[in-house]
């Protein structure tokens, strides 16, 4: 299978974000403007570099669908994905040119419109991901630890979407400004616990001060990748390892990797909603992150000692 197979949309969409990163990082070295806390080319530069990473994978994807009538459902809906991501950065660059946020602003009714336009895109993107996932859960033509590797993949990117949804609800900030009379010209926010622009890591602008929930939706989204690579590493790997020729222990670690990767993004927006900064984690986050690793070790290890055992040929071979 070529690139040539590959949803065009979104390839066309990927060029796009392609050129448009290093614009962003031309941004940060001659625009000195701040928002947020944050240099204002920031925003764009972290969502191109995500949609050159995102979109290729989910082209990919919607090309191992096989039936005529799923696939053009799943093109469709790869189309529609496509669209509402150009939308969605026309909106937040032309925010940035404007020296206005993109997210959450609703100081003025010009402001208002675009982010109710942003918002009403990312839930048809969220949609549109959705249908290319059960296109994909209906697919028998494909090698089963690959294919599970590829819904599972999905399924944990549409958990890290759901999580932006947390965001656009007013924080405790704003509600007791607006009760003050000054006002809600923001009306949604990343951080928790603590007022949306105070210090942060470099570029990526997470809190650390207070929870953010942007850690957990970064997780979550790009087990697009993760989870499919563990699926295409396990099978390069079983040339070499007896133990990973069998079909059903791949897919059973493919399974693992992605309750792990699953995990890891409901603790990461746990930790932020108990407003806990990322490299700040009290005893118990602590405690729960031994315990998933401890637990992923334990299934990885079952799913192994479960498998078939190698022939002698085999193992002298390994």
Not at 78 to 85: E, F, G, K, N, Q
Not at 88 to 110: C, K, L, N, W, Y
Not at 250 to 271: D, E, I, K, S, Y
Not at 282 to 309: C, N, Y
């Amino acid at each position: 299978m070529t690139v040539r197979t590959w949803n065009r949309p979104l390839l066309v969409f990927a060029g796009a974000m392609v050129l448009l990163a290093p614009v962003c990082v031309a941004g940060l070295l001659l625009d000195p403007r701040v928002l947020g806390g944050a240099p204002i080319w920031a925003k764009p530069l972290k969502f191109s570099v995500s949609f050159v990473l995102y979109a290729p994978t989910l082209a990919w994807m919607v090309s191992l669908v096989r039936g005529e009538r799923a696939h053009r459902i799943a093109s469709v809906a790869a189309t529609v994905v496509a669209v509402t991501s150009t939308i969605e950065m026309i909106a937040i660059v032309g925010q940035v040119v404007r020296g206005r946020a993109s997210h959450f602003d609703v100081a003025t009714p010009f402001d208002t419109a675009v982010w109710a336009v942003m918002g009403s895109s990312i839930a048809v993107l969220w949609v549109a991901n959705l249908v290319i996932a059960v296109t994909l859960l209906r697919e028998r033509s494909l090698t089963p630890s690959i294919a599970w590797g590829v819904r599972l993949g999905l399924l944990v990117s549409l958990l890290g979407m759901a999580v932006a949804f947390l965001m656009t609800s007013p924080s405790g900030y704003q509600i007791a400004a607006a009760k003050a009379g000054r006002g809600m010209p923001m009306a949604g926010a990343h951080a928790v616990g603590v007022p949306d622009g105070g210090p942060g890591l470099a570029l990526l602008g997470w809190s650390t001060t207070g929870g953010d929930l942007r850690v957990g939706h970064f997780v979550g989204l790009h087990g697009l990748q993760v989870v499919p690579l563990v699926a295409l590493g396990l099978l390069l790997l079983a040339s070499r390892v007896p133990a990973l020729r069998d079909e059903t222990v791949r897919v059973r670690l493919v399974m693992v990797a992605a309750a792990a990767w699953t995990g890891l993004t409901l603790l990461l927006t746990w930790q932020a909603l108990r407003a806990q900064p990322l490299f700040a984690p009290d005893a118990v986050t602590l405690a729960v992150v031994g315990g998933l690793v401890v637990a992923t070790a334990l299934a990885v290890g079952t799913v192994l000692a479960r498998g078939p055992r190698p022939s002698v040929r085999e193992a002298v071979a390994a």
